[in-house]
């Protein structure tokens, strides 16, 4: 089984493990984006990086805005099946979602960043 499915079953103490270890081994993706959410360098903003809540890990999370963001490592039929229905979930509990392709973060940085900034401009009008 897949590593993304067996998530929501692990407890509290294995997801913190599974979240630590996965924030000492970050893609190229995922290292591009932290560098510019960071230290509030997103308006003012607080992110975290593999945050742990209820049963999953986000791999950035900005807690006052309920903001995930989110990096698929794979384009299985299964995963995207898996990552809709786990959208929806956290969709019902108020929490908004970005998720990008890892080649695009790449191949596109740019444009990566103007769509978050784009989410984040946006959230902060709400509030």
């Known amino acids: 089984m897949l590593p993304e499915l067996v998530i929501e079953n692990l407890s509290r103490e294995?997801?913190?493990k599974e979240a630590k270890?996965?924030?000492?081994?970050?893609?190229?993706?995922?290292?591009?984006?932290?560098?510019?959410?960071?230290r509030k360098r997103m308006l003012s903003l607080n992110f975290t990086r593999q945050h742990v809540?209820?049963?999953?890990i986000f791999d950035f999370?900005?807690?006052?805005?309920?903001l995930?963001?989110?990096?698929?490592y794979s384009v299985?039929?299964?995963?995207?099946?898996?990552?809709?229905?786990?959208?929806?979930?956290?969709?019902?509990l108020g929490?908004?979602?970005?998720?990008?392709?890892?080649?695009?973060i790449i191949e596109?940085?740019?444009?990566?960043?103007?769509?978050?900034y784009k989410m984040v401009n946006y959230l902060v009008g709400l509030n």
């Open 68 to 72: 995930i963001i989110e990096v698929d």
């Open 14 to 16: 294995e997801l913190l």
């Open 76 to 92: 299985n039929n299964l995963l995207k099946d898996y990552y809709y229905e786990r959208d929806l979930k956290l969709t019902k």
């Open 21 to 38: 270890r996965r924030k000492f081994n970050p893609t190229k993706a995922e290292k591009l984006l932290w560098q510019r959410l960071r």
């Open 53 to 56: 809540c209820k049963n999953f």
């Open 108 to 116: 596109d940085y740019s444009n990566s960043i103007s769509r978050i």
């Open 95 to 104: 929490y908004r979602i970005l998720r990008f392709k890892n080649d695009l």
């Open 61 to 66: 999370y900005c807690h006052k805005l309920k």
